[in-house]
């Protein structure tokens, strides 16, 4: 990492009995290297000097950017981190479209059809009327496959997706999943009090405006939702899908045919134009039932079901009244949204999500310096060390395992910035109407996707494109991807000190290396597959320990009446968990290796170090959205993201002076990794 500048001078810990903020550095004599900056006042502006960072440093740390941010109507949820990137990447990204010189024309094109809403307008609902009325032709139900496939925006029923063998992670493999409800999850469809209830009447009313602007009988809505409760009743909840080795159901066509005769499969591969030897069913009670249901339907009520999908999907490439409709629901009602965003705004992240590769070719070359990708790699290597030094502290692993948790550590493959190569989209082409080009780029990716199926996976793909904010581990890839798009301030930057990059960015890479020995992740080896590679006694250990961090969070209320789900959030938590002690031990490495540091906002060290990590994370949402998040998200809200893990750092206690007892630093605590 290049070189900083030491400021001498001893931080003033503050007892944590009293309410007062950590006390910054001895002033000095104004110098280039001391002066106050912009990054001094960034720090200082969020941090709410009223409250004890042993109390709850989420407010400590974020209370005055909470305080002075208002939440924008057109967002249920902003953020001092993802959303300051993002926005700022929003505007690198238009720019490339808006003048796509270099790019290709293909993006520029795609975009323009996108925000100009007079075509939209003048087009009207020609093509969508062309596809319902192919929907309206259905004469059965064999007939459904193939329409499916010609409709590749649409995914009713259930889902169908390509990925790697979970025991053979080489080779590509069919996969089929529960779906076809238009709510978050299945518990929307079962209300137990009157605020559920009410909700989905709502949804229902909606069901039927969408269905009356496509010159349908709004009635059919009463249709759309009996069938979404059958498929609703028979499907996994979220915390159950967490399950992965109840995820891994191998089985030949004439299995799938016993297990499901009502599904016409024979119509559906060949409609795939796919050779069939092993599908993985992932959610195998769903299919019997989706079987049963297909069979007692009447098909004019699928009809509609099969209409509702295809205007929901559609909405936002269709005239103003489906997509203000559609939003009016998701947006407002179930979300807390009073805004839509501009056009442009929602515009950009559709181009981003149709030709990902080809916007961030020109997105590297633009906003992404070379030197950062060598800076973040070395970064993950000091993260990758400090799990590896850590492995010797955990007394519930015993050394076989240990070693072998080591083996897949160093297996792990890095992928930071952007790919080698870049998908070229040989065939898409891009015409002057969004909702075709958006029919387009599904039936490109659909025959991408099936041209793999029995082929040998290609590792060097990402599963995310190079301007997104976020970041992922893959367990059948063994691979952790860092996309440009996060390795952009207040995460990552080259002008910050170490500390800082070390508790934003290095968290999220230490999140990500934990996420392989998570509770789902520790169950796929070095090469990706699942596979049994623990003793059975040090799972159970683990089990034990996972345990008491799937307890904590199940006793935290959100909202009173609604509480988060420990089981869903599990496998985010223990990475967080691993992600701030990671974070913590490389930092005390570099600094015990020599490295130079210098403070910021008057802390320094391991005190700026947890401020960065959980500025990062400072947040407002809708109480709507909380909600909804609490139901179906498997990561926390970012209150509980930082105060929940630091509670159990011993590095933080000693970094604040937090006396056992505080809220901050409880009497028991948890430890995974």
Request: negative net charge; proline residues 7%.
């Given at each position: ?315 936002p490439y269709l005239p103003k009244a489906f997509d203000d409709e559609s939003f ?34 020109a997105y590297v070359a633009q906003a992404f310096p070379g030197e950062s990708k ?74 991408d996707a099936l041209a793999k199926v029995g082929k040998p996976v290609d590792k ?214």
């Amino acid at each position: 990492m290049h070189d900083r500048l030491r400021l001498v001078g001893l931080l003033a810990l503050v007892a944590c009995g009293a309410k007062a903020p950590v006390s910054p550095a001895p002033e000095q004599a104004a110098t280039p290297e001391n002066a106050p900056s912009a990054i001094d006042a960034a720090i200082t502006a969020a941090i709410d000097p009223s409250v004890s960072p042993c109390d709850d440093f989420y407010q400590y740390a974020c209370g005055g950017w909470i305080a002075n941010t208002p939440l924008p109507p057109d967002r249920p949820i902003v953020g001092r981190g993802f959303t300051s990137i993002s926005d700022r990447n929003q505007e690198i990204v238009r720019d490339i479209l808006e003048h796509a010189e270099g790019a290709d024309a293909r993006l520029g094109s795609y975009y323009q059809t996108c925000v100009n809403t007079d075509a939209v307008e003048a087009k009207g609902t020609a093509s969508l009327q062309a596809d319902l009325d192919r929907i309206a032709a259905l004469k059965d139900v064999a007939a459904i496959p193939a329409l499916m496939v010609s409709l590749p925006m649409i995914n009713p029923f259930f889902g169908g997706f390509v990925e790697a063998d979970f025991k053979n992670p080489e080779v590509n493999q069919f996969q089929l999943a529960q779906g076809g409800i238009g709510l978050p999850s299945r518990d929307y469809y079962f209300p137990e009090d009157d605020a559920g209830r009410e909700l989905l009447a709502a949804y229902e009313a909606h069901v039927g405006r969408m269905l009356g602007l496509a010159g349908l009988d709004p009635a059919g809505a009463a249709k759309v939702l009996a069938i979404e409760t059958a498929l609703a009743k028979a499907s996994k909840s979220p915390a159950e899908l967490r399950d992965i080795e109840a995820m891994y159901h191998p089985m030949t066509k004439a299995e799938l045919k016993r297990l499901a005769p009502g599904v016409p499969w024979d119509a559906l591969f060949t409609a795939l134009g796919i050779e069939v030897k092993a599908v993985n069913v992932t959610t195998p009670d769903f299919f019997p039932a989706l079987g049963d249901l297909l069979k007692r339907s009447k098909i004019a009520d699928l009809k509609v079901y099969l209409a509702w999908n295809l205007v929901n999907e559609a909405a936002p490439y269709l005239p103003k009244a489906f997509d203000d409709e559609s939003f009016a629901f998701y947006g407002t009602r179930l979300s807390g949204q009073a805004e839509q965003q501009p056009r442009w705004k929602r515009c950009v992240g559709r181009t981003d999500r149709a030709l990902g590769d080809l916007l961030g070719e020109a997105y590297v070359a633009q906003a992404f310096p070379g030197e950062s990708k060598d800076k973040a790699l070395k970064m993950v290597g000091d993260l990758q060390h400090a799990f590896e030094e850590g492995l010797p502290e955990l007394a519930w692993m015993d050394a076989p395992t240990r070693t072998l948790a080591k083996a897949k550590l160093d297996a792990i493959v890095n992928k930071i910035g952007y790919p080698d190569t870049w998908e070229s989209y040989e065939g898409l082409q891009v015409g002057d109407d969004i909702y075709a080009n958006q029919m387009a780029v599904a039936h490109w990716g659909q025959d991408d996707a099936l041209a793999k199926v029995g082929k040998p996976v290609d590792k060097t793909e990402w599963g995310m494109s190079v301007p997104t904010v976020n970041a992922y581990y893959n367990p059948l890839f063994n691979e952790i991807v860092f996309p440009a798009g996060i390795l952009q301030p207040p995460f990552f930057s080259a002008d910050f000190p170490t500390a800082m990059n070390y508790g934003a960015m290095g968290m999220v890479i230490g999140h990500e290396i934990t996420h392989g020995f998570d509770d789902e992740g520790r169950k796929f080896g070095p090469s990706g597959k699942l596979e049994v590679w623990w003793d059975d006694a040090v799972s159970e250990r683990f089990e034990q320990r996972a345990q008491c961090i799937a307890d904590t969070y199940d006793a935290i209320e959100v909202h009173p009446g609604t509480k988060l789900n420990g089981e869903l959030t599990l496998g985010e938590n223990i990475a967080d968990f691993g992600g701030v002690k990671l974070a913590s031990r490389a930092y005390a490495d570099w600094q015990a290796a020599g490295g130079s540091d210098f403070a910021a906002g008057g802390f320094e060290g391991s005190q700026l170090l947890f401020l960065a990590f959980a500025q990062s994370w400072c947040s407002k949402a809708t109480p709507e959205v909380e909600d909804q998040r609490a139901k179906v998200d498997p990561h926390a809200p970012p209150k509980f993201r930082v105060n929940v893990p630091l509670s159990s750092t011993p590095a933080f206690w000693e970094a604040f002076s937090c006396a056992e007892g505080t809220p901050m630093h409880p009497a028991s605590t948890c430890e995974v990794w």
